[in-house]
């Protein structure tokens, strides 16, 4: 019953923005975070709220993430968008409060939404 729902995928040439989006139907989370995975590769952090906000180094300065009051929606603001951003970006959650970047500390997850970034 508990679901996640992605949004706002799509394309856009290189320094454009994307604004993706994740929607919990059923219940409300503690901790919610964005993994994404390019073709070829492992699945790699992201960014994640919880009691505070985390970043991976390699889109620091550049996406922004955020969550309403209910805690039911979450949402990824993607700037100066590079070629090497493109991948299926997932919505994660957990009941926990948690900053942690491996995709185990997570219980529930998304279908995933496609980014792709022209050069």
């Known amino acids: 019953q508990v679901r996640l729902i992605e949004a706002g995928g799509g394309l856009v040439q290189a320094g454009g923005s994307l604004r993706l989006s994740c929607a919990a139907a059923?219940?409300?989370?503690?901790?919610m975070a964005w993994f994404r995975q390019a073709p070829g590769k492992e699945r790699e952090f992201v960014a994640v709220?919880?009691?505070?906000?985390v970043y991976a180094d390699s889109v620091k300065g550049r996406f922004t993430i955020s969550r309403d009051n209910t805690k039911k929606t979450m949402y990824l603001q993607m700037n100066s968008l590079e070629p090497e951003d493109t991948a299926v970006y997932y919505c994660a959650a957990t009941a926990d409060f948690t900053v942690q970047t491996f995709r185990g500390a997570y219980d529930y997850w998304g279908q995933g939404t496609q980014v792709t970034v022209s050069s």
């Open positions: 059923g219940r409300a989370f503690n901790t």
């Open positions: 709220v919880s009691f505070t906000t």
